[in-house]
């Protein structure tokens, strides 16, 4: 059967920055059950009308987790988005978090809508967690 998880605590550094910045994330979840040989992806998603943009920013090590509480943990040195027109930017775009079990399934799947805003040549990013 495939675990049930909640989220209880989402924390993103820094926050209210260009969006290129460095990135670091802390996920804190409940499992109904031990979930084996699992890592986590992490991505940024542009969203236009016709188009839709991945960024891969990372992953996490493979690793168990306990039934119970536990905490992901995850740092980018940067969000790389010189390959995306500056159009793209200037729109909400969409942090994914997505936990993938041992055969590639996925567990669960946290989003956070990301609010972008354009200062002078800057794109700054403003994360809303999904738990407020």
């Not at 200037?90 to 799947?109: K, S, W």
Request: hydrophobic share 40%.
């Amino acid at each position: 059967m495939t675990p049930t998880l909640s989220v209880i605590d989402l924390e993103v550094i820094p926050n209210d920055c260009p969006l290129s910045d460095p990135l670091t994330l802390a996920v804190s979840f409940e499992a109904d059950q031990p979930v084996k040989e699992a890592h986590w992806e992490v991505q940024y998603m542009v969203d236009m009308t016709a188009q839709r943009h991945v960024l891969q920013l990372g992953s996490t090590e493979v690793q168990d987790y306990p039934a119970g509480k536990s905490t992901m943990h995850f740092s980018a040195s940067a969000i790389d988005i010189s390959g995306l027109k500056r159009s793209w930017l200037n729109n909400v775009g969409l942090l994914l978090m997505i936990l993938i079990d041992q055969a590639g399934e996925q567990i669960i799947q946290v989003s956070m809508v990301t609010q972008i805003e354009q200062q002078g040549d800057n794109f700054i990013r403003h994360m809303l967690s999904p738990l407020e």
